[in-house]
């Protein structure tokens, strides 16, 4: 697989099998990974593999904070506090995509908070990452921190993995941070599922669009 087919293809999976990814697969991803570029070199990255016994901790804690409609305490604004056109109207698309596939109806209230508490659990996958920054760094290490994160989906699609980057899991930056013995004041910028896609599993089945070039460029000449 090139890197453009590798890019293509690539999709944020909600389904995995139960079969354990080996520690040294992940090492050999980060490995990957860590030729990422960045600002002065700084690679400003720092990364928790959970796993096992720890995962299904966080799990647990995250899933019952967000049942007990505990408030989330983020470590920045991932998400706009009000969405405007045209980013609204892709949000909604894409979440309308999601419980169509599913046949969850809007109405159904239950379901849909059942969907979106599987975030929480990684999606089943057995593995989750979380991506972490030092509080010095500034804007620009939120970018090279992107690209690593990029990076490893790719590198993860070479060892056979699936993936899906979650906003979600830095829902609830404390507990995580509290869990895994990392300081109050690290940022911790996002989670991800890592593990083998489960290739019948429906939630799988779908794409979401992508806008066309013209949409998004303006060429100088």
Request: net charge negative.
């Amino acid at each position: 697989m090139d890197i453009s087919e590798a890019i293509r293809k690539r999709k944020s999976i909600r389904a995995y099998q139960e079969k354990e990814v080996e520690r040294e697969i992940i090492t050999r991803i980060l490995d990957t990974a860590r030729f990422s570029p960045s600002g002065a070199n700084s690679q400003p990255w720092q990364v928790a593999v959970v796993t096992g016994e720890t995962k299904e901790q966080i799990a647990g804690a995250l899933v019952a904070a967000f049942r007990s409609g505990k408030a989330e305490d983020r470590d920045y604004d991932y998400y706009p506090q009000k969405w405007q056109d045209p980013f609204k109207k892709r949000r909604i698309a894409c979440g309308a995509l999601l419980y169509d596939t599913l046949g969850i109806e809007r109405k159904d209230r239950e379901a849909r908070l059942q969907q979106w508490e599987a975030n929480y659990r990684g999606f089943g996958a057995p593995a989750m990452l979380f991506f972490f920054l030092d509080p010095s760094l500034a804007i620009g290490s939120y970018m090279d921190s992107g690209m690593f994160i990029q990076s490893v989906m790719l590198a993860a699609m070479d060892e056979g993995l699936s993936s899906c980057p979650q906003a979600a899991l830095s829902g609830y930056a404390s507990i995580v941070k509290d869990i895994l013995g990392y300081p109050d004041d690290t940022i911790l910028l996002c989670g991800m599922a890592l593990g083998y896609e489960e290739n019948e599993a429906l939630v799988n089945s779908y794409r979401t669009p992508r806008e066309d070039v013209e949409t998004f460029t303006t060429f100088f000449n």
